[in-house]
């Protein structure tokens, strides 16, 4: 049994940073192998601009995980890199490391693996009746982060929008494109309404909701952004979204006076939901692991998370399901501590066993 | 003898769903000499809502009692507890607070002689979890619908 | 969608809205993972299968869509495709369509006739009776499958292919044809029925409303095309029975519409050479509402004037409204005239697909599209299209009292003499 082996964390977002970090300061060597060119996940590259539900800036939570990794001498990374395959088993795997620009593969040995691979976000392309790449001034909550963080927010034409919606769980919790709930969306447009409002004090906001879902102490946000923002909120779905060629008319019923609804709005938001990307999906099939009916990734034990389906394989984060940062930076700490575990289970003497 | 009917758009079949003010019962109507007056000539305007328009709101955001209108979210708590709307279908007082943010004039209109039925009990200043006093809510609308003589 | 992929933000700042990883735009899939209608459209498809497998087994013939019928291929909702019939077409005409728009079908057969193609206007046609069926709930899935059948059977006789002008009949032989397929009961329950009449079950494979006929043919009456339609606006309204019941089985285009709305008809109007206008309430109904007409005609009629015309008018520079099935053109056309009674300005004439094909390839206004029969005023659309209506109403004067007079016999279409014979002792 080789423990001195490295072990490979394959996603850099929150989840597989926290456990490089964890790893590496416990003096264990570490290769994370991310897919895009910066670390970071989904925070970074969507550009948020806070993080719900305390709105601390991202780089106040993810900088120094950043940092600390690619200064760690124990933590090598690869960027640009995916894993092709993985063979052996716990203490020793060999892998094969693709590097996606000079496709040059290295083969390495580790002793275990954490995936935390992350989601994407639902394409709202597919569910036509928002019109999203279609209709200007029809953006995604993702989209909206990276305006917001510039401090400015326009529609197409350059133009402040006066009238705004969310649409919340576009993509989610519907037959026809994702039956679950993402989870964090709700807290996500809410935390991104208060923004906006700061940002546009005199535009009026209306929060198109199913139900709100503002999990444990994400609820302050929720009313936060009604008693001191004035923040509408409209019970009901949307069915249509028409752009007249100035404005997006918005379809729907507002179900608490059983009326259907047709009002203007300059800019729509849609709270588009988290769905297992292709990285997830390349990673299952590469180190054969099992996912759930979602495509999710599946868990050894339900309500235990980092066990996966195999001995030595560990996951984390957003890959699993669908969950919040502070809640992906957890299951990396989780899965680090597994991996600890395990390489001092493997380090005793076999009859120790 | 007048072509309209008793009540308004009494022949329409389904006529229970629909509003007084959205049927348009014309007493004489013609077109190139036919006669199109009373049933022949019935409109029915849709119901669909067009705008939200927060005038009267702000109004009673700005009344002593009703200044915590924007707090509500709609759980129906006062609803549940109001001695008024067990006896009444037509009171709620949630629905109520609901119409006047939103600002659907045709809902209010329907409803603008059912709001002070409340018996300012304060059973829903009781139990609502939000604080928005809807009793004093009650109070403010009346007071804001009586200064528009609506 | 590439100009919306950047937003300025100052001077000298884009920020970039969609960039990495954009999924290719697929309708099949978001329709394939759709619950539609009767379910999923895996179902519809196993319906298919079994219809073929109840064909092997001898328990029912199939009426293919062979060779001798020159079919062209589309693709429908559910991605399948679908063949559709060119020629030797038996026309299942529709109840209404007569009655109330006499044109519609006049100016169908007069756009065959032109490019050649054989059909059999038969007498021995009876109605769907889903008129009954979705009108009032009467009737019931064995007297509709019964009566279904029998009209396919006549087809099958003659050896024409059914094309149904009918939005309504097309969207109930739809669904009575599931049920037969998937319904032992009810196949046996026919089969008795149908034998008292001396028929048989023949189930079609395919069943094709004469918009997806015109949609296949647009080139070529395009080819044919007599007036420069390039000014001319239309808004098309599809026809809720033709693509709601049902909707696995009608025809969408990936370069029509985006391929989230059927390609028939919008199809035929570009093809022609004429802008379509897109307008707020696209999805609606016309109004007709089915049971509304009969029952809530002030409802029925408003909410054609309010939902539809209105907003069409108002909202775009539309000079007409095409559409494909004989309730829509009906209620959209003829609502208009109380409204207009009371003083709402907004007008706009409604045509079916056929007529503004036939007018554009030359059809007399009158004889062929009988435009007198339609309410809403016409006369700026046939400006705009370059058609001379004024002389083509003196014409049609003279044409009328020469019949008066004796003179003369009415014009009757005839289309091309037939190629197929039809089926011996059947
Ligand atoms: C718009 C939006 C706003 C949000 N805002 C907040 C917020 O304010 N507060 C909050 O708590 N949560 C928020 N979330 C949730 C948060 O984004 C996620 O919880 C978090 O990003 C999950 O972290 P992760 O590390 O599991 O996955 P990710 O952040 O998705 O990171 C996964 C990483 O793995 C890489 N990767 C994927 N596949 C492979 C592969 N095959 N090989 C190598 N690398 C791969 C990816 O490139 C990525 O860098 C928000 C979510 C959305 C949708
Ligand atoms: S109890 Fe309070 S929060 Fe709930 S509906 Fe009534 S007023 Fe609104
Ligand atoms: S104060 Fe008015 S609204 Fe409130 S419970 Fe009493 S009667 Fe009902």
Redesign the interface.
Known sequence: MRTENPVLIIGGGPAGLRAAVDLSEMGIEVILVEKRNELGGAPVRWKYKTLAPMMRPTEEVMNPLIEHVEKSELVKVYKNSIVEEAKGNAGNFVIRIKNGLDNRVESLNVSAIIVATGF?HF?A????RYGY??N?NV?GIH?LE??LK?G?V???D?QPPERIAFIFCVGSRD???NPWCCTVCCGVSIKQAIELKEILPDSQIYMIYMDVRTFGLWEKLYWKSMEEYGINYIRGRVS?I?Y?GEKL?VKGEDTLVRGPF?VLFDMVVLAVGMEP??GTKQVAKALDLAINEFGFLEPKHPNIHHDSSKEGIFLAGACVAPMSVEEAIAEGSAAAMQVVKLLHRLAKPIEAR | MSKKSKKK?AF???REY?DDQR??E?EH???EEVD?SGR???????RTIEEFNHSLYEEIKNHPRGRNIHKCWQCGNCTAACPVAEENPLFNPRYFIHIVKMGYKLELEKFKDYIYLCGSCGRCSEVCPKGVDPSGVMEAIGTVLRRYKL | ?S??NT????DK?E?E??TE???L???S??AA???LSYGTVEEYLKMLRKMRELEKQGEIEVFHVTDEFEPVTVKTLSGREKKIPTIELWQHKSCGQCGHIPGYVTALYWIMSNLGIPYVDDTNQTSCTAWNYYGSGTSNPVALTAVFLRNMHVAWEKNAYPLIHCGTSYGDYKEVRFLLVMNRDIREKVRAILKKIDRDVVVPEELVHYSEWLHVMRDKIAERRKYDVSGVTVAVHAACHTYKLMPEDYTYSEDIL?G?RPAPTTSVALALGAKVA?Y?N??DCCGFGFRHIL??R??S???A???KVQPIVK?TKADVIITHDTGCVTTLDKSQ??????GYKETIPVLSDSQFAALAMGAHPFIVCQLHWHIADWRNLLNKMGIDWERYKQDYKRYIEEIKKGLRKPDFIKPPSRRLPPRKNS
Do not use: N
């Open positions: 994407e394409d392309r597919i569910d036509p790449g279609k200007p953006i989209e990276a305006m510039s400015r326009v529609k197409h350059g037959r026809a494109t249509e028409y007249t008319l047709e990307g292709q | 758009g329409i079949i389904e629909i049927i348009i014309p109507l013609k077109l199109m022949w000539g019935v409109l029915v305007l849709p | 969608m100009d919306m937003v300025k933000i100052s700042e920020l809205i969609k990883q954009a999924k735009f697929e309708r899939m978001f993972k759709s619950h985006d989230i897109d707020r696209w999805y029952t809530e002030e409802i009629r408003s909410f004037y309010f939902r909202e005239v109380v409204p207009l009674a009371h």
